[in-house]
Nanobody, 122 residues
Framework: QVQLVESGGGLVQAGGSLRLSCAASGSNYRMAWFRQAPGKEREFVAGIRRSGGSTYYADSVKGRFTISRDNAKNAVYLQMNSLKPEDTAVYYC??????????????????WGQGTQVTVSS
């Protein structure tokens, strides 16, 4: 079992940047960030393989967000630039031991953090 704790959320103006961090109790997992806006389903944002060699992004954040990990620190990060009001959501860190093709489906992730609020004002 792995425990995940997110930090770094907050209020920012459109066009601004935030960096989310996720502290994990282990490193041998595929990691991802999801988000959920009020009244909407949880959606995949970005993911990264164990080695950090491959990353995946939702089309809506490609070119603006960057996911990275530091296995020595058991940490995953999400650098968010050029933020838009539609990026407003609770952001969740997630982990999975799945070893098949990279999944963007929340049901395939077994461990979740408590979430951190990101609010982008226009």
């Amino acid at each position: 079992q792995v425990q995940l704790v997110e930090s770094g959320g907050g209020l920012v103006q459109a066009g601004g940047s935030l960096r989310l961090s996720c502290a994990a109790s282990g490193s041998n997992y595929r990691m991802a960030w999801f988000r959920q806006a009020p009244g909407k389903e949880r959606e995949f944002v970005a993911g990264i393989r164990r080695s950090g060699g491959s990353t995946y992004y939702a089309d809506s954040v490609k070119g603006r967000f960057t996911i990275s990990r530091d296995n020595a620190k058991n940490a995953v990060y999400l650098q968010m630039n050029s933020l838009k009001p539609e990026d407003t959501a609770v952001y969740y860190c997630a982990a999975t031991g799945w070893v098949g093709g990279f999944s963007v489906t929340s049901n395939d992730y077994h461990y979740w953090g408590q979430g951190t609020q990101v609010t982008v004002s226009s």
